[in-house]
């Protein structure tokens, strides 16, 4: 079946190069995603699956029914979403959108999406379960998966598969990563309040300046001394507002920043560690505060045996060469957590980098993909769903006997 697979995917990767083209040149913004979602649903329909467009309020899902032997349902997740960027790259077929462009690769995602909904439409055999392909919009800001999932499109999904594209792992390997993939994103917001007074004499004043820096730097420092080294935090404060002239001691001053950690724990356990910091630097020093720390979306971990599914596809379709093992999590953030509050799933990344040339990172005007990496990240995931439906309940076994296979993560011992 993997050749058949190979086969059907090489025939279609012109096919698969001129929709990824067409996507590339006609980005859309988060949330807003019509033209790309009738295309795609265009697509879809003339594959055979049932269709449903405005799911998720811009998303579309497509299902590929099985024979009815295995009543899990695989779901298979791509985004749509372009970024408010002025591409650069001066390609044929680069954005018509000034201003927007298909610089995070969801361009090639949704187009590996239609691929594998091609080929595992033509295996001219029926999966033993449903394949639910997702097509989600808004990654970009966050919002997509969670506007998907109160559609209800993970009703019954017994398990998720996704893919994001890594310009530094070349084209034809596939980036594996178990455990934690990327972090939780969370918003924070501070506000101290002191009081004003003449610059000159601030004993008669509460200098909320002074004693929000007091703030930042003790929120740096104490991430050293009191957190977990091995369950890595970053506080970034991004933005500071406060005072009104040189000679005035500012009453109020917002912090603005953004705090991110792999651990589920540590993300639940910081609103109270953070709020413990600035409330005794504010009772010292005489002055109040608000604190608005929002959960944004949580960090990915990514479930062993799906991950497991996930790199003997691509083992077996792409030998060792084709595999990379990712040894460290990114502290960026990925909505695909927003589905794995829901079923256990795995995103692995697929290289799209050049051999001969520089590779600009994701979200650069000059950010280019090898296209050849396409038919790569149809094959291996379009071989994983098939693959997935014997293969788990073997494995479920084994994680029954040993449950440290279940761990969400793993922390190797620094040499
Ligand atoms: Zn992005
Ligand atoms: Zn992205």
Not at 197 to 218: K, S
Not at 347 to 354: K, P, S
Not at 378 to 397: H, L, N, R
Request: glycine share 10%; proline share 6%; hydrophobic share 45%.
């Amino acid at each position: 079946m993997l050749s058949q697979i190979k086969d059907l995917a090489a025939k279609l990767a012109p096919r698969l190069i001129e929709i990824r083209r067409h996507l590339h040149s006609h980005p859309e913004l988060s949330g807003q995603e019509y033209q790309t979602a009738a295309y795609v649903a265009g697509v879809l329909s003339s594959c055979g699956l049932q269709v449903k467009e405005g799911i998720g309020k811009v998303g579309v899902v497509g299902e590929l029914q099985g024979d009815g032997r295995d009543a899990r349902l695989l779901a298979i997740r791509t985004d749509m979403d372009a970024l408010p960027i002025q591409e650069r790259t001066e390609l044929e077929f680069a954005s018509r959108q000034s201003g927007l462009m298909h610089a995070c690769g969801h361009d090639v995602h949704t187009t590996v999406g239609l691929g594998a909904a091609m080929v595992l439409s033509q295996l001219g055999e029926l999966l033993p379960g449903t394949v639910r392909f997702l097509f989600q919009p808004a990654e970009e800001v966050a919002q997509g998966a969670g506007w998907m999932v109160q559609d209800g499109v993970m009703e019954a999904v017994a398990g998720i598969l996704s893919v994001h594209v890594f310009p530094t792992i070349p084209a034809g390997v596939v980036g594996i990563r178990y455990g934690a993939l990327t972090a939780a994103a969370d918003d924070l917001a501070i506000t101290i309040t002191g009081e004003s007074g003449h610059g000159a004499r601030p004993h008669e004043a509460v200098d909320a300046i002074w004693i929000a820096a007091q703030v930042v730097t003790t929120l740096q420092q104490a991430i050293s001394r009191t957190q977990n080294p091995l369950r890595p935090v970053v506080l970034t404060i991004g933005q500071i507002n406060g005072g009104r002239a040189p000679n005035v001691i500012a009453d109020q001053v917002t912090l603005l920043g953004t705090v991110r950690s792999l651990h589920p724990e540590t993300s639940a356990a910081l609103p109270a560690w953070i709020e413990q910091m600035v409330a005794g630097i504010c009772q010292l020093y005489g002055a109040r505060y608000t604190i608005n720390y929002r959960h944004g979306v949580p960090s990915v971990q990514n479930d062993f045996v799906l991950t497991q599914l996930l790199e003997s596809a691509a083992r077996e379709s792409w030998g060792s060469n084709g595999v990379q093992i990712i040894q460290e999590p990114s502290l960026g953030a990925e909505d695909f957590s927003v589905y794995l509050q829901h079923a256990p799933g795995s995103m692995f990344r697929l290289g799209v980098g050049f051999k001969d040339r520089h590779n600009y990172p994701l979200h650069h005007p000059l950010f280019a993909v090898d296209e050849t990496a396409i038919v790569t990240g149809v094959v291996t995931i379009a071989y994983a769903a098939y693959k997935y439906w014997p293969s788990t309940p073997i494995i479920v076994a084994v994680q029954r006997i040993n449950p440290a296979l279940s761990q969400p993560y793993s922390l190797r011992p620094i040499p």
